[in-house]
């Protein structure tokens, strides 16, 4: 199994830069899909980045061109470089990952989960 653990959210005034960083540990994260999804208060949990052992990436529409997922598997770390910010970014940020190849974008399809990084984003 893997366990995760996200860090790097802060407040930040839109139009600014933050980076997410995501620390795996247990079985080698190598081998597993891994995404960012977030959660603002009052909606549901959605889908922002995912990135494959091969490095295919997969982005939503809401933050394509403005934030960039990568991972180090030598370090066991996934990072999500966010820029261009947005007072509609601001939410909790779960890394999550799944044993497998497909860059799923359903929650349910991944087995593994951070506790989250708060990203605040002020205007």
């Known amino acids: 199994q893997v366990q995760l653990v996200e860090s790097g959210g802060e407040l930040v005034q839109a139009g600014g830069s933050l980076r997410l960083s995501c620390a795996a540990s247990?079985?080698?994260?190598?081998?597993?899909?891994a995404a960012w999804f977030r959660q603002a208060p009052g909606k549901e949990r959605e889908f922002v980045a995912a990135?494959?052992?091969?490095?295919?990436?997969a982005y939503a529409d809401s933050v394509k061109g403005r934030f960039t997922i990568s991972r180090d598997n030598a370090k066991n770390t996934v990072n999500l470089q966010m820029n261009t910010l947005k007072p509609e970014d601001t939410a909790a940020y779960y890394c999550?990952?799944?044993?497998?190849?497909?860059?799923?974008?359903?929650?349910?399809?991944?087995?593994?989960w951070g506790q989250g990084t708060q990203v605040t984003v002020s205007s």
């Open positions: 999550a990952a799944y044993p497998g190849m497909i860059l799923a974008r359903n929650q349910f399809t991944y087995d593994h």
């Open positions: 247990g079985r080698s994260f190598s081998s597993y899909v």
């Open positions: 990135i494959n052992w091969s490095g295919g990436t």
